[in-house]
């Protein structure tokens, strides 16, 4: 079963503008962390934003911000003010809780990635 | 400078070459992970390791093997390379197994295999 949900193949937006990247994940583990990363043409995977799964706020860094709603299982990234640097792939991922002698063994799991394109 | 390298960046061969791909850190992170992208795949996790001498499978290990006698070295081996290898692969590594902590990725490393 797919555990993260990235609907939008390719994503474009207006340079200064906002754009939301949306992200379902599954999970019956309570204790969880949703991750963002970004990777530009270059390939390398730069890490943006995180969210755990108990936090009662929204994550936020710079430009970047997290639409967490748990009951809905949602994770959508929030980019405002678009820059054109901003062009790149972007996954989300999951993080399950380390479960000896399970088998999450703290891997992520990424979903399938959102082509941002950001038009001057 | 600190952080996690991953060499070579690209590497050429042929099909049932042994390859190895090395992946240095430098935080002394316990956890480090290899993954492989492919289109249509995103990243797949191959094996991962969570400390010296502890190494175990991930979703896709065949064909492969690792190894880690320092904590800081987490090498990639292909021991008879074939087509469907060809792939970008990746390094990352984590302070810890929990759910809180994000991995951080090397630049990776392109493999074609002819």
């Known amino acids: 079963a797919q555990k993260i949900t990235q609907t939008q193949p390719g994503m474009f937006v207006q340079e200064k503008e906002a754009v939301t990247l949306d992200c379902t994940y599954d999970t019956s583990d309570p204790s969880y962390g949703l991750f963002w990363y970004k990777q530009p043409s270059s390939g390398e995977m730069i890490f943006l934003i995180y969210?755990?799964?108990?936090?009662?706020q929204n994550a936020t860094e710079g430009r970047y911000s997290l639409n967490f709603q748990k009951a809905r299982k949602s994770a959508n990234l929030v980019i405002s003010a678009s820059q054109l640097g901003d062009s790149a792939m972007y996954f989300c991922?999951?993080?399950?809780?380390?479960?000896?002698?399970?088998?999450?063994?703290?891997?992520?799991?990424f979903g399938q990635g959102t082509i941002l394109t950001v038009h001057p | 400078d600190a952080g996690i390298t991953q060499s070579p960046r690209y590497k050429i061969t042929e099909t049932g070459r042994q390859v190895t791909l090395m992946c240095h850190q430098t935080w002394s992170h316990s956890y480090m992970f290899w993954y492989r992208q492919d289109l249509g795949h995103g990243l797949r996790l191959i094996y991962y390791s969570a400390a010296a001498d502890i190494t175990d499978k991930g979703e896709v290990p065949d064909g492969y093997v690792v190894s880690r006698s320092k904590t800081e070295n987490f090498p990639l081996t292909l021991e008879s390379a074939t087509r469907s290898q060809t792939s970008v692969y990746f390094c990352?590594?984590?302070?810890?197994?929990?759910?809180?902590?994000?991995?951080?990725f090397g630049d990776g490393t392109r493999l074609s295999i002819l």
């Open positions: 991922a999951m993080r399950e809780g380390y479960n000896a002698g399970g088998t999450s063994y703290g891997k992520l799991t």
């Open positions: 990352a590594s984590s302070g810890s197994g929990n759910s809180n902590q994000p991995q951080h």
């Open positions: 969210q755990g799964s108990y936090d009662q």
